[in-house]
């Protein structure tokens, strides 16, 4: 198949992968909890185009992928959608968080044991990477493993063979291998506390999942999203935003990200009797930054701002235009107190042709 149509294929079969990897991630046992990261990939914000499609090019690879991003950016689900595209779609997709367990546990969990490895071990066990073989295998939290866990894996990414705890027969596995962390593994590296290299066997291809802050024009999108979510988990009303509310979220940071996110809302929802949730509501959740502060950079241009509203059907191209152009002229006549050759000055427009639009439309 030519190259353009593949690419095209994978960029319209993107939106299916990504909601079979949140269904996945949502029905996982153990991701059960209010702490998912289901609403990851709902925005069209730049950095959530861009992060759809740079898993819509590397997904069908077999690259090895370094995730990187706060947590609570939904590093797991992006790795569960370059899975989910790739030709070992399948195939096992399993998760390790080595962050969780010790040394011994982590070696035996990533590797498996015979039986007697130690006290304890009263069968045969498979690791992580033979129950993997063939899938992929997301080994989360990669920048909080010891020094001896780096040597094996280092082993593992480089001959894909190792031996169980306790073994001596050296088993073999196809995998492609994930890592994620939130950690910086450049400094990491630089402090001799992550191996060199072992970082440039993970970080062939690294992305990093944007932070909710950078962000935040999806705000209003990712909020729905998540509380029809809610809803769902909860029963009862669906519950919505009013726009102070938006308003006093988009002042919030979000250290904890999209997950702190999910929180409030739930928090929020379940306690509030009113189906409209006001920002007095989230009064708990009080700002980072003062409402008087400006609103932080936006990835999306303004083009990219204008055509979401003409796609969603929120009037034509021209009617866009109009609304812009009056709401400029608005300001500039609050601005200039009224004065139209100042606001004409502040607009760049001619005299002549501004004071026949303020006719036109009544504005003085």
């Known amino acids: 198949m030519p190259e353009p149509l593949r690419a095209l294929f994978a960029e319209r079969s993107l939106a299916r992968h990504l909601a079979q990897a949140e ?29 759809r499609g740079w898993i819509a090019r590397v997904g069908p690879t077999d690259s090895t992928v370094l ?25 096992p997709f399993v998760r390790v968080n080595c962050a969780a367990l010790v040394d011994e546990l982590l070696s035996s969990e990533l590797f ?35 020094p001896r866990m780096q040597a094996a ?4 990414l480089q001959e894909r063979t190792f031996e169980r705890v306790g073994g001596t027969k050296t088993l073999s596995v196809n995998v492609r291998v994930i890592a994620a962390t939130h950690r910086d593994l ?4 630089r402090e001799g506390r992550f191996r060199e290299d072992l970082f440039y066997r993970l970080s062939g291809i690294t992305v990093r999942v944007p932070a909710l802050r950078e962000r935040l024009e999806d705000l209003p999108e990712l909020s729905r999203h998540l509380l029809q979510k809610i809803s769902s988990d909860i ?10 509310a938006i308003e006093a979220l988009a002042r919030r940071d979000w250290p904890g990200n999209v997950r702190e996110l999910e929180n ?13 949730l006001t920002a007095a509501d989230f009064a708990e959740h009080a700002p980072t930054r003062p409402a008087t502060s400006p609103p932080p950079p936006s990835d ?41 050759s100042r606001a004409a000055e502040l607009l760049g427009m001619k005299r002549p042709r501004l004071s026949k639009l303020v006719h036109e439309w009544g504005l003085k």
């Open 67 to 91: 995730i990187t991003g706060e947590s609570g950016t939904g590093k797991e689900l992006v790795a569960e959608a370059l899975h989910a595209s790739s030709p070992r779609e399948g195939a």
């Open 264 to 276: 409030a809302l739930r928090s929020v929802a379940v306690l509030s009797p009113s189906g409209l």
């Open 300 to 340: 999306a241009s303004l083009g990219d701002l204008a055509y979401e509203r003409v796609k969603d059907g929120d009037g034509s191209i021209y009617d866009l235009r109009k609304r812009i152009e009056r709401e400029l002229i608005e300001r500039a006549l609050d601005e200039s107190g009224g004065n139209i």
């Open 186 to 189: 450049k400094e990491l590296v």
């Open 112 to 146: 498996g044991h015979e039986r007697g490895a130690f006290t304890g071990a009263d069968r045969q066990k498979k690791g992580r990477f033979e129950l993997a073989d063939g899938g992929t295998i997301l080994l989360d939290e990669i920048g909080d493993i010891s």
């Open 153 to 156: 894996l280092l082993r593992v």
């Open 235 to 244: 029963g009862g009303e669906l519950k919505t935003l009013a726009p102070d």
């Open 23 to 51: 269904r996945r991630v949502a029905e996982r046992p153990e991701k059960a909890a209010p702490t998912s990261d289901g609403g990851l990939m709902v925005g069209s914000s730049k950095p959530m185009r861009e992060l």
